[in-house]
Nanobody, 118 residues
């Protein structure tokens, strides 16, 4: 079972930037997709961005143009570059590894807190 460890969260002023990292304990190329989700207090967890092993990126409408997901297969690491941060981006951000073999399954990191002050 893959272990995912997020880092890079913190407190930032509105308009600032953060780069989140997700280090995996094994090759991420074997997973169909890697992604970042977030959960704000009192809200459901939602997709922020995903990146398939075929290179297809998917972004939530709320972050399009401000966020970029990338991966370094050699380092087994996934990144989330977030720019022009807003107060509504405040949440715990979780790394996700998704596989469809031998059946659909998701693995999660412990999360990293991002707080944007306005």
């Amino acid at each position: 079972q893959v272990q995912l460890v997020e880092s890079g969260g913190g407190l930032v002023q509105a308009g600032g930037s953060l780069r989140l990292s997700c280090a995996a304990s094994e090759s991420i190329f074997s997973y169909n997709a890697m992604g970042w989700y977030r959960q704000a207090p009192g809200k459901q967890r939602e997709l922020v961005a995903s990146l398939s092993n075929g290179g297809i990126r998917n972004y939530a409408d709320s972050v399009k143009g401000r966020v970029t997901i990338s991966r370094d297969n050699a380092k087994n690491t996934v990144y989330l570059q977030m720019n022009s941060l807003k107060a509504e981006d405040t949440a715990v951000y979780y790394c996700n590894a998704h596989t469809i073999w031998p059946g659909p399954r998701d693995y999660w990191g412990q999360g990293t807190q991002v707080t944007v002050s306005s």
